[in-house]
T-cell receptor
Framework: EAGVAQSPRYKIIEKRQSVAFWCNPI?????LYWYQQILGQGPKLLIQFQNNGVVDDSQLPKDRFSAERLKGVDSTLKIQPAKLEDSAVYLC?????????????FGSGTQLSVL | GEDVEQSLFLSVREGDSSVINCTYT??????LYWYKQEPGAGLQLLTYIFSNMDMKQDQRLTVLLNKKDKHLSLRIADTQTGDSAIYFC????????????FGRGTSLIVHP
């Protein structure tokens, strides 16, 4: 079974530039998550989708971050404009559904460096 | 403060047991998880325990839950160098959108 695919693997940009990350979840997984993991910290949820609808985006900085999952499969996360403090690993995860015992499967992440 | 707290580092000798501890704050948490993250990789679910259980064993892994003290531990028996990684505790609360909340992770270093 293919895992969660993310691209690019690494990205280096200057502050105030824009960047986009892409995620392809495991086939059949209805729930998709974007997490931000700053060095030395645990992952922090940015946004959660159930199919193509947003379940929770309360911790997404909406003035600069946006995400979409138009067809309920792939998802993109965009930052515009980027700030130095956005340097982090952006992890995408998926699960079959929203039930409590559902396993989250994580991609390898995109490491973003903002200079 | 953090919702889920863990010590940052643990160093053990190969072959010894490792015990990684975690405390959480939300008594309504229904599921508690342990994830492993190797360098440059995403998180991998190791095991989870439902809040009405005290203990769960899975091969070399033993999870203990003290719900009264909101304390969770992961014991790895016969620790190997391949177990060196960061271990994250996470809780999933009842109600709402069932979002797992992660701790900062415990870096386990296994030396020969």
């Amino acid at each position: 079974e293919a895992g969660v695919a993310q691209s690019p693997r690494y990205k280096i940009i200057e502050k105030r530039q824009s960047v986009a990350f892409w995620c392809n979840p495991i086939s059949g997984h209805a729930t998709l998550y974007w997490y931000q993991q700053i060095l030395g910290q645990g992952p922090k949820l940015l946004i959660q989708f159930q199919n193509n609808g947003v379940v929770d985006d309360s911790q997404l900085p909406k003035d600069r971050f946006s995400a979409e999952r138009l067809k309920g499969v792939d998802s993109t996360l965009k930052i515009q404009p980027a700030k130095l403090e956005d340097s982090a690993v952006y992890l995408c995860a998926s699960s079959l559904d929203l039930r409590g015992n559902e396993k989250l499967f994580f991609g390898s992440g995109t490491q973003l460096s903002v200079l | 403060g953090e919702d889920v707290e863990q010590s940052l580092f643990l160093s053990v000798r190969e072959g010894d047991s490792s015990v990684i501890n975690c405390t959480y704050t939300d008594s309504s948490s229904t599921y508690l998880y342990w994830y492993k993250q190797e360098p440059g990789a995403g998180l991998q679910l190791l095991t989870y325990i439902f809040s009405n259980m005290d203990m769960k064993q899975d091969q070399r892994l033993t999870v203990l839950l003290n719900k009264k003290d909101k304390h969770l531990s992961l014991r790895i028996a016969d620790t190997q160098t391949g177990d060196s990684a960061i271990y994250f505790c996470a809780e999933r609360r009842s109600g709402g959108s069932y979002i797992p909340t992660f701790g900062r992770g415990t870096s386990l270093i296994v030396h020969p």
